[in-house]
Structure formats: C-alpha cells, structure tokens
C-alpha cells in the first residue's frame, strides 16, 4: 500500500486528530494520526477516556457486589464477563456448581458470544459505508435480547451470575424459544453471505488490508478472532476448558491470511460454532438445582482463603483473564482485569502505518474494540 | 523451562494458582527471563501489579505468559522495592509499554529503559497514584475542569442584517 | 403558463418576464421533487432495510421532510472560528447554480426546454463539473481538516468521472448527430430489427458508464467518499449547520434529480413515450418517471453497497471506466461509419 518512503518530516506531514468524537471510534477512542496526504505515518491510540478505575472499585467491594461492574467492562458480551467473574470466585472459594447451571451458563454466554458478533457485523460494515447490514444484524440481535432478558431481566449489563449456579433458572420454555432463535439466525446467514461476503467492494476493501503477522500477535498477546484471522487456533474454550464446554464439539475456525477479511469471516464463522454449541448444551440441559442448595448466593459474606489466582475465559473479544489477590479478606486485595481489547488496539500501532485513512476505520473496526473494556 | 535459570527464593509464602508455573524472579533478571520465554513462543498474557508497601515495602509484579500451542501459563512474580525502577521488557513484548504505563501512572512506580513512561489511561499530568492503598481521594485541585477558551469573537453571533 | 407569460411581460417586458417564469418555474419544479425524493430515499432506504421509513407526518410520512426543512431553518447557524468567512458563508449558494442551469436546458416536453440551445448537451456537460467547486470552496474554507480532505477528494473524484461521462454522452451524440437535447428526442430513433429504440438500447456499455458517472458525480454512495461518515465526519460540509448544511443536502438531490433527467433524455428517450404525441401533458410525465427509475437505481445502489476505498475509487475511473468508454466511442464511431 505504501507509495512514498516513510518521513517523519514536519512540513511533509499534518496531525489528524481522530476522536474522540467521531463516527468511528466505536466510544471513545482517540487516534492521533501523522498522514501524509491520506496516507497513515504513524497513529498512536489515547485511551482513557472511559476510565472508571473498575479495579479500585473491586478492592472496595465485597465478591458480590462486584458482581454488576463485570458486565460493565464490555456491555456487548457481559455475560460472559459476569460469569467469569463468578467463576474465578467459585475456583478460588471452591465452591461447587450443579450440573444445570453450567451448562445454562454455556448456552446463556455462547448466545451473548453471537449478540456481540451479530452488532459487530453491523458497526463494521457500517464503518465501511454499508448501512443496511447493520439492521439486518440487529434485528437477529434484538431476537437474543429478547431470550436473554426473559432469563435475566436485563438486554445488557448482565448480573445472573451467582456464586454457586445462576441468580433464574431457564424456564420450562426457554429450549423451545431459544431453538425459535436459532432458526431465525441459521435462515439469514445465506443472505448474510451474499450481501457481505461475496460483495466485490467488501472484498476490496477488506482482503489484504491491515494485516497482522502472527509475531506481532505474540509480542502483544492478541487474543480472541483477531488472532485467530491470522491463523493461530488458539481459543480458551479449547486451550484451557472450563465450565461445561469440554463436554461439547465444536471447532475453531481460523484463516491464515491476518487481514480484515480473515477477522471478518473467523467472525462470522464463530457464529455458527456458537450455534452448534448451544444445540449440544440444549440437548443435554440436565435437571435439578440452578443453584447450589445453601450456597452462598449473595447474601452472606464471602471470604477467600489468602493466595493468588489467575483465571481466564474466552470472551467475543478474546482471553479476558482476572487475577484475583485475596489477603483472606471479604473484599479482594486486588483485582486486574486483562481484557482482551487491550492488547488489540495496542498492535494497531503497527499495523496501521503505510494504510489509507479509510483503511484506519476498517482495520480499527475489524479488531472489535469495546472502548470501556480498554480503559476499564 | 530449564534456560530460564535458578528461581529466586520465595520472599513470601503467598500461594499462587492458575499457572503451569510460577516463578520468583530478581528484577535485574527480568528482561533477560522474558527473553527465553518470547524465544519459546511465549505470548504476553498480563501484567499486574500489586501494592504489597504496607506489609513488605515493595510492590509484586505479576506477568503471566502464555502458549498458543499446547498452553502452559508460566508467571512471573517479581518483589520489587518502591523506590528502585524496574527494568521495562517492552523491548521484548510489545504489550509490556502500555502495561508498563499503567503500572508506572498507577501506582508510581518506575520502569528503567522504557520509550515513553507517560500518563496512559489517567488524564495527563496527574499527580497522585489511585491504585495504591493509601490513596483515598484525589486532591480538590488535581483537576482543573474549567476551560481557559479565549473570550469568543465577534464571529460567534452574526449581527443581525445592518 | 404563457397565459402568465403574457400579463408579466406587460411591466416586465419579454425578456424579463421569460426570466422571472422560468426561474420560479425551476426553482418551483425541483424543489417540490426534491421534497418528495428525500422522501422517497428514506422510504426506499427503510423498505431495503426491513423498517417503514418516516410513517408520523402526514400519510406513511410524506410531509416529513417539510417538517425537517422547518426544523432546520430553525436552527442556530454556526461560523467556525478562523473561517475564510466569504468563500465559507458563498459554498452553500453555489453550489445549488450549475444545478439550476442544467435543469433549465433539459427539455421537458414538446413545449420544449426553458432554454432550447443548439450545443445544450455540451453546455450541460461544462455546467456539471462546476458543482464541485462550491464543494471545494466549502471544504478549504472551513478551517477544518475533515472538510479539506472531503473537498480534496471531492475535486480528484469528480476530474476522473467527468471523462467517462463525457465520453459516454459523446457516444450518443455520434449516433443521434445533434447535440441539441431537444433533437436528440424528437429525432427518428436508431433502429433495431426495423424497431426503433431510444439510444439507450444501442449504447448500452454507455448507459451503464454514465451511471456510474454521475452516480460519483452526485457523491453518492458508493462513490460518497468526499463527505464518507465514517472516516471523515461530514466530509466537506462538517462545518456547516442548520439551513447552510441543508444547501448542501438539497443540493444533492437537485443533483440526482437533475443528472438522472439527463440520463433518461439521453438514453431512455426522454419525454417520448406512446400517446405522447397526441397528449402532450404525458411527456413531462413519462420523463419524470424515467428520472425516478434512474433515481431510484441510485438508490437501491446507495443502500446495498458499502464505499469504496479513495484510491481504489481513482482506479476504477482511470483504469477501467475511461478505456471502455474511449474504446466505445471509438466502436460507434467505426459502426456509425460502416453503416453509413
């Protein structure tokens, strides 16, 4: 892409502040950009701007009542951040989960994992110019809304997760309702394709641009499709299982080729594995409890014995990772979140130098950043 | 996991779980023991740091590699004292210079060798340090929020028709 | 309207009274069309998109835009800081002139057009490309660097796609053989196994080119990269608020709405259609509904393809659109020869 030698030169160049309002920056990200013409010379992410200190806030509450930040980190998949949450304290704590509610967390999180990836499509198709996806996604988004509020009484910030199974249990109704969705999605996915995938302009703009190598995917821990559309089958559900979903199939779809079109379609397929996911955990939803009996719930104060743990889980973004430090206190003494956003816009500073403006919006939509979970 | 060399002995009998491998390592080892890890094929997981001033006097770095292939978490704890910089492996990770920012804007302290050790996700030039756990309020005037706009011209309100 | 014609031309004279009927005549004329087209692309954008579209203001939504125009010409009119205040506050009445000027030579039936003149075409096509200007001037005088790349853009993207659309309108002037709109109509058709069929038929690599020519021309997507939302805000006209930014956006539509009157004089035969000899009030009917169909595909375009990158945008003018439109002339050319 690059047509001039690379400069750094002052009167050759001009500062192009991109954000931090601006239509795509997805939140609140600021670029600040060097171009030359239109041509990127160096670009250099400013975050913070949605800095809430969620890992202060942790130190200062109790397990439970950190429980509602979780989803607030990233508000596109935050179910799976809250069960993560649960988790890393039930694994610490060791307390036992019944049958039921992990697999209902699986089938609850894997349907996030598609309303995160269905938005997704949308706002990156919308980066480029295309409107009209963006409905389409949405309206199959508003169908997963619509089951996940049934069983959590929220569409977004989720808190259903309880230290010992699930704050609801799955009605009697909900396999019937959730297979009703599934439907619906299995049937637009051909349109999908069409409309997106097989488009000549989309391919242009998309194949070949912003690609990142699997080294500099390693020098700054990207995660999750980002590094996957560069050919590396890495997936916490498969490198580390936890939950429920060793007991199910599914693969992981990867391209080698480390462009925007590879994020796009691993993406895309990711969806469909999601689906089969939740199939398998829909036919094997066992009976009895949602919630250990006289478990803890949130009502009692919850201490953790002293010590260190890192846990982590594979959020639509990628390895979201909580290191839990407890002093044996009923707050903990330090809680990091590693969000998997973090680490993506950070390799941006590489992959964007010698691309076009409009190249900038598409790589930086193709990495699926939650500007909140950035900054947490 | 040999070529990483002798562990440092534990300072603390703190527990660490989570991790294939956990391994105390001297500060002056650091950007030499991640070294081996990044020639391995190890990716950048995390980085934290933790205020451990009150009971001990220093500050636990906590970095946690990974594997793609096989995964195998090794993490790295280093005791490091308040006052000493510790030096930056952002030469060898990449993700270690936003890491190493927000430990250094957080918490205070410095890392020795870094490109930029500056203000990342804290609004630029503030002082105090929120992640320490004697910090319990910023300052009333660490914030100055008024902006100092120059007086609007005469542009700002067209005259009506003269 | 002669009968008009004839009181005003008693204190105003001809001359004057000409100007003043077809002026408010034009301005008249599109500005009710562009009240409906705007209607219209939201309608047609909502339908592709599985929504209704405006649906509030007046039956299925049709007074919405006059209820937009009224919501903005209440607005607070912004000046930047620092702005080149004459060239930025002279953009938004610009822009609307060249526009005007073509409308007055595209001929609307038998009664003919506002201004009939011998060379129209070629005036029509010196006229078009001065759009951009008012475009540029928006852009550099807002002191803003969004807008100056829009404005950039905008001057490079309207060069490259003024020559295919030159090309393609110069094809059907050979086979037509005047440059007269009004001739180009009412002349005997080219014939097709002994049917005749509006140049369209025979020029058809030509059409498509002048397609997508003004479709680039009018800044639409997917060609919309000078004022591209995604990437540069507004594009050229960021700066620009309340009724200065309608300008802008009306200005669009008067574009679409004029080019696409081009497009179906050119290449769908413009006012003919049957019976419009014998009732005359059906040939600006059938243009205006060969307008909308050009229109229309221009929106259909708009909302089903997403933008194209600036540099793959310039290749395709250069690389692909100018050598095929230069080879089709010259194959006119050699089959106009041949035939004759």
Known sequence: MRTHPPTTDPLDTYTLNMGPQHPSTHGVLRLLLTLRGEEIVTAEPVIGYSHRAHEKMAENRTYAQFLPNTSRQDYLSGMIYNFAWVEAVEKMAGIPVPERALVARVILAEFNRIASHLLWIGAFLLDLGAPTPFLYCWDDREAILFLLESVTGSRLTYASGRFGGLARDLDADFPRRAREVIAKLRARWPEYDRLIEDNVIFRNRAIGVGVLTRDQCRSYGVTGPTLRGSGVPYDVRKAEPYGAYPRFEFDIPTRPEGDVFARYWVRVQEMRQSVRIIEQALDQLPGGPFLEPGSIGVKKRLKLPVGTQYYAVESARGHYGILLVSEGGAEPYRAKFRTPSYPNLAVLTEAMPGTLVADAVAILGSTDLVMPEVDR | MDALGASVSAPTEHPFSGAAEARWVAPGRLVEASRVLREAGYFFESMTCVDRIAAHGVFELIYTFNRWEAASRVAFRVWAPATEPVPSISGVFGAANWNEREAWEFYGLAFSGHPNLTWLLLPEGTEFHPLLKSFTAPPASSYDDSLTAPPPPDDAHPPAHH | ?340
């Open chain 3, 1 to 340: 309207m002669s009968a008009l014609h004839a009181l005003l031309a008693g204190p105003l004279g001809g001359f004057g009274a000409t100007l003043l009927v077809g002026v408010v005549g034009i301005m008249g004329y599109l500005t009710f069309n562009v009240l409906f087209l705007i209607w219209l692309e939201r309608k047609v954008a909502g339908h592709i998109q599985r929504r209704l579209g405006p649906m509030e203001v007046g039956p299925h939504g049709v007074l919405q835009t006059v209820a937009d125009m009224l919501k903005l010409l209440g607005k607070q009119l912004l000046t930047p800081v620092a702005t080149d205040r004459f060239v930025y506050l002279l953009a938004p009445l610009l822009v609307f002139l060249p526009t005007m000027c073509v409308a007055s030579l595209i001929p609307l039936g038998r009664a003919q057009a506002f201004a009939d003149m011998p060379y129209g075409l070629i005036i029509i096509v010196t006229l078009s490309g001065l759009t951009v200007l008012a475009i540029f001037m928006a852009g550099w005088a807002s002191n803003n660097k969004y807008a100056v790349l829009g404005g950039m853009r905008s001057v490079a993207q309207v060069v490259a796609y003024e020559i295919p659309v030159l090309l393609a309108v110069l094809s059907v002037v050979l086979v037509a053989g005047t440059t007269n709109l009004h001739q180009l109509v009412t002349n005997p058709w080219p014939r097709l196994l002994g049917v005749p069929v509006p140049y369209g038929v025979v020029e058809p690599l030509a059409a498509v080119i002048f397609f997508i020519g003004i479709t680039a021309e009018t800044n639409r997507a997917p060609f919309d990269i000078p004022e591209a939302e995604s990437e540069l805000v507004g594009g050229f006209h960021t700066e620009y608020s309340g009724m200065r930014f309608a300008m802008f956006f009306f200005a669009e539509y008067t574009n679409m709405l004029v080019l696409g009157a081009l497009g179906a004089t050119l290449f769908l035969g413009g006012f003919r259609g049957p019976f419009q000899g014998a009732v005359p009030l059906l040939g600006p009917v059938y243009l205006l509904l060969k307008t909308y169909l050009v229109v229309f595909v221009m929106m259909w375009a708009r909302w089903t393809f997403p933008r194209l990158r600036f540099d793959q945008l310039m290749s395709f003018a250069w690389k692909l659109l100018i050598p095929l439109a230069l080879a089709n002339l010259v194959a006119t050319a050699v089959v106009l020869g041949v035939l004759a």
